[in-house]
């Protein structure tokens, strides 16, 4: 099945600086790759997602950027602000209907 | 995006005694929900697939008799934890997948406690 590695585990940014988080998925056959946020005690909330067909993706400060052949995908947010900081989970879903393999999170903490 | 409910959002209940957790799908019909459980500070994992009209897939190692699912509607499922133990403990938390399957949207989550 599908494996998925996210780094780093923490990241502490100040205000204004951009933030990169990077994962990396096994299985070749995935095609559709989202990012969610996740606030203490809340659900994740998708923030952006990307598709196998597509290189980059931008929404504002945030931004996706997939590589088919190296089998990564990362988020950048640029501009950072105090409330960005969450849990940042990547996730990758293989073709045909199946389920979401989530990476194990990072911890994002914007300093004022 | 997509708008989900889970009721209730946090319960604290003695050890042996069952509790029953929703979600709902507000704003389209949802023949698939997903249900997912997520200890502190770890990643999300998937405990099963209710399916409306059938009967839920779980995932290697969930208990089916433990963990009941029961997709009433095409915008209501339930999560029933029967003879919880203090290890059941965990945040429960429901996802309602678009009609293509691809995106989920997650509800906002229910903290259990069991005593």
């Known amino acids: 099945g599908e494996n998925v590695e996210q780094h780093p585990s923490t990241l502490s940014v100040q205000e204004g600086d951009s933030a990169v988080i990077k994962c990396t998925y096994s299985?070749?056959?995935?095609?559709?790759f989202p990012w969610y946020k996740q606030e203490l005690g809340k659900g994740p909330q998708l923030i952006i997602d990307?598709?196998?067909?597509?290189g980059e993706k931008k929404d504002q400060r945030i931004a996706v950027t997939l590589n088919k052949t190296a089998k990564h995908f990362s988020l950048h947010i640029t501009e950072t602000q105090p409330e960005d900081s969450a849990v940042y989970f990547c996730?990758?879903?293989?073709?045909?209907?199946?389920?979401?393999?989530f990476g194990k999170g990072t911890m994002l903490l914007v300093s004022p | 995006g997509a708008v989900v409910s889970q009721h209730p959002s946090r319960v604290i209940c003695k050890s042996g005694t069952s509790v029953k957790i929703e979600c709902r799908s507000l704003?389209?019909?949802?023949?698939?929900m997903f249900w997912y459980r997520q200890f502190p500070k770890q990643s999300l994992m998937l405990m099963a697939t209710?399916?409306?009209?059938?009967?839920?897939?779980?995932e290697q190692g969930v208990e089916k008799d433990k963990f009941l699912i029961n997709h009433a509607s095409l915008t209501l499922s339930t999560l029933t934890v029967t003879s919880a133990h203090p290890e059941d403990s965990s945040f429960y938390i429901c996802?309602?997948?678009?009609?293509?399957?691809?995106?989920?949207?997650f509800g906002p989550g229910t903290r259990l406690l069991v005593l």
């Open positions: 996802s309602v997948p678009t009609s293509g399957g691809e995106t989920q949207y």
């Open positions: 299985d070749s056959a995935s095609n559709y």
């Open positions: 990307i598709r196998s067909n597509v």
């Open positions: 996730a990758a879903r293989g073709s045909g209907y199946s389920t979401l393999t």
């Open positions: 704003d389209f019909q949802a023949t698939t």
């Open positions: 209710s399916n409306e009209g059938s009967k839920a897939t779980y």
